[in-house]
């Protein structure tokens, strides 16, 4: 793929000629039949490099250490967040995805209205509709004996998750899955955009409806929230809607994916985890370590020096989370997925834009996990089928055909 970024353009003058690297990151990935074994490759490189096509063809700056990624997420102040929305663009409609797209201290308005909802306690309420979005799930293909997971789970499954977050009725259902598949999967962007204007539509409406008839503490607490003492206003809440939508598809369905990839070609360990469903909880955060999908970024909010290396305001800065938990530095032999490790991970990134969703996230894995481990005595790759993945923004699987027993 050849970037339409000239060249002075892809390799600025302030860049220093030593940290440039002409290499796609999405090439550099995909390379080899291990995503993260092909990206660590970038852990012999210095902590900071300029890549001439770091993100879907633009250049940019790649972190590459566990200790340069966890500062950048932290100094909001020099790597911003504030950045022309992806979903705006699509939509035509100044739609900035709320709170992700705002840095402190804006950002802790909105980040405040939507804390007290997703603690450990307030979503363990969801636990059982989780529960049953995995059996109606899993019903669709219990009898054969077989499935192609990426199809028939993990790219519904957030949907089903999305629709009983934000009280909206399952009649959708089926629209829902088709536009979140459009969206997140389909090559023709024409497709995607429409897509996504289709879910913008749909929420308007429920949106509308929520504010004249909430129907729960959730939606009540965020169509009837005071920003700075002044009621949140359109953009604002669509922009919260939009987010806890997109939050949780891409992030979900790729971490699933690689869990349910990797007990599947583990059988000791899927075996330990069937016996003692106990250790799940500790075996999620490890594969949260080992697979965490997200490459994030940030824009530099103004000239600076970071680690020796010198920024220019509005330089694109790439945070592959990866490159920081399977940072050697940090954790050893750091490809090991060793459930017994109880790692510090930044998975669900740090700082002021950790993931509001953290615990969900972590509740609805579990629970995938208990109900595939207890449905199935055995669950292993298809013989002869090697699963496609992609990489890019997230890691994540085309296709992965199950043989369940
Ligand atoms: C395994 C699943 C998930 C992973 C790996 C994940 C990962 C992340 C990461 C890395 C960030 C920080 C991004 C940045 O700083 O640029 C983030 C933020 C966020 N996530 Fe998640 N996420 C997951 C699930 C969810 C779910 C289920 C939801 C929705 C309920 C959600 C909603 C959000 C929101 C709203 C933010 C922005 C927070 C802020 O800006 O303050 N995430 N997530």
């Known amino acids: 793929m050849s970037a339409p970024f000239a060249t002075a353009e892809r390799i600025p003058a302030t860049v220093p000629p030593e940290l440039v690297r002409e290499v796609d990151f999405d090439v550099l990935t995909a390379r080899g039949d291990d995503p993260w074994r092909a990206v660590a490759q970038l852990h012999r490189e210095p902590p900071v490099v300029w890549m ?8 940019g700056w790649v972190l590459t250490r566990n200790d340069v990624i966890t500062e950048a997420f932290i100094d909001w102040e020099h790597f911003s967040s504030e950045r022309p929305g992806m979903i705006a663009d699509m939509l035509g409609e100044p739609v900035r995805l709320n709170p992700i797209e705002i840095d402190p201290p804006r950002h802790h308005h909105y980040r405040r209205v939507l804390n007290p909802f997703f603690t450990p306690k307030a979503v363990s ?3 059982e509709p989780v529960r049953l979005c995995c059996r109606e799930l899993i019903a669709g293909f219990k009898d054969r004996g077989e499935c192609e997971f990426v199809d028939e789970f993990a790219v519904p499954f957030p949907s089903y998750v999305f629709l009983d977050l934000m009280g909206m ?26 897509a996504a204007r289709a879910i913008y539509a749909y929420l308007k409406q429920h949106m509308a409806a929520q504010q004249a008839n909430p129907t729960n ?23 919260m809607f939009y987010v806890l939508y997109v939050g949780g598809l891409d992030t979900v ?10 007990i599947a070609t583990t059988p000791d360990l899927q075996a330990r985890l069937r016996a003692d469903l106990s250790l799940l909880p500790q075996a999620i955060e490890e594969f949260c370590r080992a697979f965490s999908v997200v490459v994030t970024h940030r824009q530099v909010a103004r000239d600076f ?6 920024m220019k305001k509005g330089d694109e800065v790439n945070l592959p989370i990866m490159l920081a938990n399977r940072d050697p530095a940090v954790h050893a032999n750091p490809h090991v997925v060793d459930i017994d490790r109880k790692p510090r991970h930044i998975a669900f990134g740090t700082g002021t834009h950790n993931c509001v969703g953290l615990h969900l996230a972590k509740r609805e894995m579990r629970i995938v996990l208990e109900e595939l481990l207890t449905t199935f005595a055995d669950i292993r790759i298809k013989p002869g089928v090697t699963p496609r993945y992609h990489t890019g923004r997230t890691f994540g699987f085309d296709d992965l055909p199950l043989i369940l027993d």
């Open 305 to 310: 020096v970071f680690h020796g290396v010198p």
């Open 52 to 59: 001439t096509e770091a993100n879907f063809g633009r250049p």
């Open 125 to 127: 309420h969801f636990d």
């Open 169 to 194: 009725p399952r009649d959708r259902l089926d629209d829902f899955i088709g536009w979140q598949d459009e969206l997140m999967r389909a090559p023709d962007p024409m497709k995607r955009v429409a």
């Open 217 to 239: 503490d959730f939606l009540r607490g965020m169509v009837t929230a005071e920003i700075e003492g002044r009621p949140i206003d359109y953009y604002e809440l669509m922009g």
């Open 253 to 262: 369905y790729s971490t699933i994916g690689w869990i349910v990839h990797h």
